[in-house]
């Protein structure tokens, strides 16, 4: 998801995160990537919540420590 965000940056966070580090400014940057990092757990969140549903009729696997 990073990744893409400064691929093309033409717009959206990743255009803010390189016009923040252009500028020199670290409060823009960390604002930027707390979004992305907030983005990111929901997305992984949401991932696992629909893998679950899917999966509901396999057994659950249990970790061995």
Do not use: K, T
């Amino acid at each position: 998801m990073i990744v893409g965000e400064f691929i093309g940056a033409e717009h959206g966070i990743g255009r803010m995160i390189i016009e923040a580090e252009a500028r020199g400014e670290a409060a823009g940057m960390m604002v930027a990537v707390f979004v992305l990092m907030i983005a990111g757990v929901i997305l992984s969140a949401l991932v696992r919540r629909v893998q679950a549903y899917l999966l509901r009729w396999r057994p659950a696997q249990q970790l061995s420590a």
